[in-house]
C-alpha cells in the first residue's frame, strides 16, 4: 500500500504533534472513522451539542487540529464537523484523490450523509477553501453559507516568488536539517509570527512527507453558475501562495453579489492579532447568513 510517509518514525513524529495540539481545545472531543467512496476518513466532531452543523477542511499539507484551532471560537456555538483530510497528514487513510473534479464534492457527500447532514455552513482555510469550492462546483445545494480564508482555488501567486522564498529553502533544509531555512519558511508563511509548534510541524512534514504538490483547480464562472450561497473570503495580501490582491480581484468576478470580502496585512498562517479580528468577521457573517 502507497503511503505519503518516508517513515514510521516520521509518521509517529507527526501524530504525537497532531495529539499535542488536540489537547489545546477547551472541548469534548469525539473522534470519527467515517467510510467513504474514497477510503476511511479521521473526523474530529467537536462544539456545541445541538448547534448548527459547521463543517471545517484543513489547511493542506498540515494536520487539522492546526489550522482548525484558529476557529476555537466557533465552538461555543456551532457543531463542528473537522475531517482530517484524506490523503494529508493525520489519520484518515492516505489515498489521494482528486482536487480537479468532483471526487472532493463526492468525499464531503459521504460525511454530511453519515451525520445525517443535509445542508451545512462550510469553513475552509487554504486547500480546505479550495475543496469548498470544488463542493460548490459539484454540489452547490449543500451548502448554506461559505467562509474562504487565503483559499486554494482562486488564483496563485508568483511562481519564481514560491521557489525563491519557498522551495530553495525547503531543499536546503530537507538536505541539512537548517533551523535557518525553517525559520525562513516560518517567516515567509506567517509574516514572522508562526508559533514554535507550528514551526516544528511544518518542519515534521517536510522532512517526513511526500508533500500533495496538486492545488485545487482554479475555478470558473461556468463551474458556479449554479452557486447561490453568500460566501465570505478573507485574503492576506502578503500572502505567498495565494495573494490577497489577485484572490480579491479573481472573487468579485466568480461570486459577483454574493461575495463578502476583506483584506488583510497577512501572510498565509494569520498571527494572533489577525485571528481575532477573522474569529469576529466570521461570527458576523454567521449570524447573518447561518
Known amino acids: 500500500m502507497k503511503t505519503i510517509y518516508k517513515s514510521l518514525d516520521g509518521k509517529e513524529q507527526i501524530l504525537n504533534q497532531y495529539e499535542e495540539y488536540l489537547t489545546q481545545f477547551n472541548s469534548l472531543i469525539s473522534r470519527d472513522y467515517v467510510q467513504t467512496r474514497f477510503g476511511r476518513t479521521h473526523v474530529l466532531v467537536m462544539g456545541k451539542e445541538d448547534g448548527?452543523?459547521?463543517f471545517i477542511f484543513q489547511g493542506g499539507n498540515c494536520i487539522n487540529p492546526v489550522t482548525l484551532s484558529w476557529f476555537k471560537g466557533l465552538l461555543e456555538e456551532y457543531k463542528i464537523y473537522a475531517p482530517d483530510t484524506i490523503g494529508h497528514p493525520g489519520y484518515s487513510d492516505e489515498t489521494r484523490i482528486s482536487a480537479s473534479d468532483k471526487s472532493f464534492a463526492q468525499w464531503t457527500a459521504d460525511l454530511m450523509d453519515y451525520y445525517k447532514v443535509e445542508k451545512s455552513a462550510f469553513l475552509g482555510p487554504s486547500y480546505g477553501g479550495g475543496i469548498i469550492l470544488r463542493i460548490a462546483a459539484f454540489m452547490p445545494e449543500r451548502i448554506q453559507c461559505a467562509i474562504l480564508i487565503n483559499p486554494a482555488g482562486i488564483s496563485l501567486g508568483s511562481k519564481m516568488k514560491m521557489i525563491k522564498e519557498i522551495l530553495v529553502p525547503m531543499i536546503s533544509y530537507k538536505i541539512n536539517g537548517s533551523a535557518r531555512s525553517l525559520r525562513q519558511i516560518a517567516d515567509v508563511m506567517s509574516s514572522k509570527s508562526m508559533k514554535q509548534l507550528d514551526e516544528s510541524i511544518i518542519g515534521n512534514i517536510f522532512k517526513h512527507t511526500t508533500l500533495e504538490q496538486d492545488m485545487p483547480k482554479l475555478t470558473t464562472i461556468e463551474e458556479l453558475r449554479g452557486y447561490r450561497a453568500p460566501t465570505l473570503v478573507i485574503t492576506g495580501t502578503e500572502d505567498v501562495f495565494f495573494p490577497?490582491?489577485?484572490?480579491?480581484?479573481?472573487?468579485?468576478?466568480?461570486l459577483g453579489d454574493r461575495l463578502e470580502l476583506i483584506k488583510y496585512q497577512m501572510g498565509h498562517f494569520p498571527s494572533a492579532a489577525h485571528l481575532e479580528k477573522i474569529d469576529q468577521d466570521i461570527k458576523i457573517f454567521l449570524k447573518k447568513h447561518f
Open 52 to 54: 448548527k452543523p459547521l
Open 244 to 254: 490577497g490582491n489577485k484572490i480579491s480581484q479573481k472573487a468579485e468576478g466568480l
